[in-house]
Structure formats: structure tokens, C-alpha cells
């Protein structure tokens, strides 16, 4: 049996396997500075998605939800120099902020778009660009109440064999708990119950820090002809 508080074993794994580079320190500092919300991912959720990213031998990969870049470099860390990774911010500032980190860097890896993920999914990557199943990797972490729509959208972005992951499928323990009822909340248990459910997915939820939803997506569904 795992001991109740895991806070020391957490601890351990972090400082094992999940050094830091001086840019995800200095993005932190960043955004304490520049007044962001303190709501990106942690070291070892980091380490957790690059190691995913990995092991799905990853080469195209999308982000939505950028703040200021941390979990973006977590994200491309394993990956090999051909790798590219699209990551979609709305709030001018955050981009700014992730440019500046990818520059510190000399991460060239990486490219911003910046505007709503709903347009930047309609107009640009399924739109003029036709980027429609060519991404191995989507990791969603942008509005809560759009996850459903983002899940919608990652079965005609993804490949068939690629992985999606979401942040946050726990909702700070909103999701079990009844009183809630906010649109956010009921947003993440729809996403939730339709990876759950779907059979173009193989999923679980990884109860790491607020619950991270893991996804292999076998391909859209066979059409029977009768
Ligand atoms: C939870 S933070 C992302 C944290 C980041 N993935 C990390 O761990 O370093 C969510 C980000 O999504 C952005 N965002 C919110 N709604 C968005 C939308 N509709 N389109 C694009 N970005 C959005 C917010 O401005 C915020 O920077």
C-alpha cells in the first residue's frame, strides 16, 4: 500500500528525474514578476510529458494553452532536432513571454500562434493550412469549458496511433464532487466521460497533481457497409 501523504515520495521522483533548466526557472520567475497565474504544470508533470512525448516518437506535436512556455519546453525536451511543436495562446502577454523563453532557449523548435485555439483550429490548422491528421502529440491545457471541443478537434487533427493528453481531469476535485455544477466543471466530466467511452480511444486518467487525461487514438471509426 502506498503511504497516504505522497508529498515526500513526490518529492523524491522530482528531484530524481526532474531537474529544472535555468529557463523553466527563469519562466517562473517571469511570471511571478509579470503578475501570471501561478497555474502551469509542475516539474515532474513536465518530465511525465516528455517522456509520453518519447515514447509516442513524436514529431509533429500541438500545445493549447501556452502561458509562458514551461510546459512547452518540458514537452519537446526528449525529442529528437526534427521535432516541431505549434502551441496556441490567446492572451498576447503569456505569448510574449513564451517567445522570450524559446529565444533564451535557443529553442527553434517551437512556434507561437497566437489568437483563440477555436479560430487558430478552424481557420489555420484545419482551415488554409490543411493540417488534419498530422499531429502525433496534442496536449490540451488552454479554457476549460472548451475541452470537449478541443477533444472534438484532436480526432480530426491527431493521426491515427497518436496521443492526446489533457491537464487538469480533476478540476481540483470539482469533477467528484456533486455541489458543483459550473460550466467548467461540467465541461471536463463531459470530456472525461467521452474519452472513458469513445472507442476511438484507449484512455485513463493518471492521478498526477490535478489528473492528467492520457489518450492513444486508434483512428476515426469504420463506416459498415450493409
Ligand atoms: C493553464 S494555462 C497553460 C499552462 C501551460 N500549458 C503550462 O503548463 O506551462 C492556460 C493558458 O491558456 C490560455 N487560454 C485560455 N483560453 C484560451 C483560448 N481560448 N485559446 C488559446 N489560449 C487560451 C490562457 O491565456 C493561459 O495562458
Same mark, same amino acid.
Given at each position: 500500500?502506498?503511504?497516504? +501523504?505522497?508529498?515526500?515520495?513526490?518529492?523524491?521522483?522530482?528531484?530524481?528525474?526532474?531537474?529544472?533548466?535555468?529557463?523553466?526557472?527563469?519562466?517562473?520567475?517571469?511570471?511571478?514578476?509579470?503578475?501570471?497565474?501561478?497555474?502551469?504544470? %509542475?516539474?515532474?508533470?513536465?518530465?511525465?510529458?516528455?517522456?509520453?512525448?518519447?515514447?509516442?516518437?513524436?514529431? @509533429?506535436?500541438?500545445?493549447?494553452?501556452?502561458?509562458?512556455?514551461?510546459?512547452?519546453?518540458?514537452?519537446?525536451?526528449?525529442?529528437?532536432?526534427?521535432?516541431?511543436?505549434?502551441?496556441?495562446?490567446?492572451?498576447?502577454?503569456?505569448?510574449?513571454?513564451?517567445?522570450?523563453?524559446?529565444?533564451?532557449?535557443?529553442?527553434?523548435?517551437?512556434?507561437?500562434?497566437?489568437?483563440?485555439?477555436?479560430?487558430?483550429?478552424?481557420?489555420?490548422?484545419?482551415? +488554409?493550412?490543411?493540417?488534419?491528421?498530422?499531429? +502525433?502529440?496534442?496536449?490540451?491545457?488552454?479554457? @476549460?469549458?472548451?475541452?470537449?471541443?478541443?477533444?472534438?478537434?484532436?480526432? @480530426?487533427?491527431? @493521426?491515427?496511433?497518436?496521443?492526446?493528453?489533457?491537464?487538469?481531469?480533476?478540476?481540483?476535485?470539482?469533477?467528484?464532487?456533486? %455541489?458543483?455544477?459550473?460550466?467548467?466543471?461540467?465541461?471536463?466530466?463531459?470530456?472525461?466521460?467521452?474519452?472513458?467511452?469513445?472507442?476511438?480511444?484507449?484512455?485513463?486518467?493518471?492521478?498526477?497533481?490535478?489528473?492528467?487525461?492520457?489518450?492513444?487514438?486508434?483512428?476515426?471509426?469504420?463506416?459498415?457497409? %450493409?
Amino acid at each position: 500500500m502506498p503511504p497516504n +501523504d505522497m508529498a515526500p515520495l513526490l518529492e523524491y521522483s522530482e528531484e530524481l528525474f526532474a531537474p529544472e533548466t535555468e529557463t523553466h526557472r527563469w519562466i517562473r520567475a517571469q511570471m511571478a514578476e509579470r503578475g501570471f497565474p501561478t497555474i502551469h504544470i %509542475s516539474p515532474l508533470e513536465g518530465r511525465i510529458l516528455a517522456v509520453l512525448a518519447s515514447l509516442a516518437g513524436a514529431e @509533429k506535436l500541438l500545445e493549447l494553452g501556452t502561458l509562458g512556455g514551461y510546459s512547452a519546453l518540458w514537452l519537446i525536451s526528449l525529442l529528437p532536432a526534427e521535432a516541431r511543436l505549434i502551441t496556441v495562446e490567446s492572451e498576447p502577454r503569456h505569448a510574449a513571454l513564451a517567445r522570450e523563453a524559446f529565444e533564451r532557449a535557443g529553442e527553434r523548435r517551437i512556434e507561437v500562434m497566437e489568437g483563440d485555439a477555436r479560430n487558430v483550429i478552424q481557420e489555420r490548422l484545419l482551415g +488554409d493550412q490543411g493540417q488534419a491528421a498530422s499531429f +502525433d502529440l496534442i496536449f490540451i491545457d488552454a479554457d @476549460k469549458q472548451s475541452y470537449p471541443y478541443y477533444l472534438d478537434s484532436a480526432c @480530426k487533427l491527431l @493521426k491515427s496511433g497518436g496521443l492526446l493528453l489533457g491537464d487538469n481531469a480533476y478540476w481540483e476535485g470539482k469533477v467528484v464532487d456533486a %455541489s458543483a455544477r459550473d460550466v467548467e466543471t461540467e465541461a471536463i466530466r463531459l470530456f472525461n466521460r467521452r474519452l472513458a467511452e469513445d472507442p476511438r480511444f484507449e484512455s485513463v486518467l493518471l492521478p498526477v497533481r490535478d489528473g492528467l487525461a492520457a489518450a492513444h487514438y486508434t483512428g476515426p471509426l469504420r463506416q459498415h457497409s %450493409s
